[in-house]
């Protein structure tokens, strides 16, 4: 069975760093792109970073500058470097990846189970 496992998070001070990962775990042929979304309480998921196969980035204007995604294929994994962290950082982040199965298929769209980010003194 094909899943995302992410690791990372926790409680960090204003000011610090985290970083994020999510492996993309099980039998696949190919992973498309691979982005970081996030969720705070009563707010809807909104999307932070995506990086293409190709290695393109693109990034919500509230984290530019702070954020660095990246990825290694050869482990199939996704990282979010988080930097200058703020308390309106704190959500949920959810890693999310386009995969192939096999080489005939479509891209088809997996989540991650979600890591929680608290940016907190």
């Known amino acids: 069975q094909v899943q995302l496992v992410e690791s990372g998070g926790g409680l960090v001070q204003p000011g610090g760093s985290v970083e994020l990962s999510c492996v993309v775990s099980g039998n696949i042929f190919s992973i498309g792109a691979m982005a970081w979304y996030r969720q705070a309480p009563g707010k809807q998921r909104e999307l932070v970073a995506v990086i293409t196969s190709g290695g393109r980035t693109n990034y919500a204007d509230s984290v530019k500058g702070r954020f660095t995604i990246s990825r290694d294929s050869a482990k199939n994994t996704v990282y979010l470097q988080m930097n200058s962290l703020k308390p309106e950082d704190t959500a949920v982040y959810y890693c999310?990846?386009?995969?192939?199965?096999?080489?005939?298929?479509?891209?088809?769209?997996?989540w991650g189970q979600g890591t929680q980010v608290t940016v907190s003194s």
């Open positions: 999310n990846d386009a995969v192939k199965y096999y080489s005939g298929s479509s891209y088809s769209a997996l």
